[in-house]
């Protein structure tokens, strides 16, 4: 048939070196010689050789990273919520779904199974919180008492909201009584509350990703 995994491995080890040279505009090529590459088509062990060569100037490469480059700040703006210390709020106009900025987290409970955390969606004032995205699935807020619940796989208390609009005034959340943050006015800030309990049925993947649908007249 022709076919043996010796063929298989000399062109994956072509194409690396190919690889290499393309992205590296022919860099690679000092470290990887012609003779290198000859001899390399005849023996396992200066095919290994070869491909050691390539991928460690690929992956030298790709670890380069910019010395300001801040993925926080990368992700703002985008459909994903990120810690940051330290970051500008957002300005936001009509009706949107938008990243935020974590600005608190705290766990409680014996086995810290409760996870709270707040999220800045706007530097201004805000109508309201239409939905929550839970990743990339929308929620409907469901008034219960003084906080907001969604139906999340079965169950309406595993994921619990709260939201403040961004006023002056605001009095605290509260989603976040009996936490440090339960007296956290975040004056002038449309933020969002978020408590999240533990189970591994309903969060297989870990905690997700929240993004709120605000809206603004």
Do not use: C
């Amino acid at each position: 048939m022709g076919f043996s995994f010796k063929s298989v491995f000399k062109a994956v080890v072509v194409a690396a070196a190919v690889a290499a040279a393309v992205y590296t505009g022919g860099a690679s090529l000092g470290l990887l010689s012609a003779s290198t590459l000859a001899a390399g088509m005849g023996s396992y062990v200066a095919m290994a050789a070869l491909m050691a060569g390539a991928t460690a100037v690929v992956s030298s490469l790709l670890a380069e990273t910019p010395k300001d480059f801040d993925l926080s700040q990368q992700l703002r703006g985008q459909l994903i919520s990120v810690r940051s210390p330290a970051s500008d709020a957002f300005i936001v106009y009509g009706e949107t779904r938008v990243g935020g900025t974590i600005v608190h987290v705290e766990t409680t409970g014996s086995k810290n199974e409760t996870l709270y955390q707040s999220i800045v969606m706007a530097g201004h004032e805000i109508d309201s919180v239409q939905q929550v995205y839970v990743n990339d699935e929308a929620f409907s807020l469901t008034p219960s008492g003084n906080i907001y619940t969604i139906n999340y796989k079965g169950s309406t208390s595993v994921l619990n909201f709260d939201y403040l609009t961004g006023t002056n005034t605001q009095s605290a959340m509260e989603l976040f009584s009996g936490t440090t943050a339960s007296a956290y006015q975040f004056k002038g800030l449309a933020v969002l509350g978020v408590k999240a309990v533990y189970d591994q049925d309903k969060f297989p993947q870990g905690l997700p990703n929240f993004t709120p649908w605000k809206r603004i007249s």
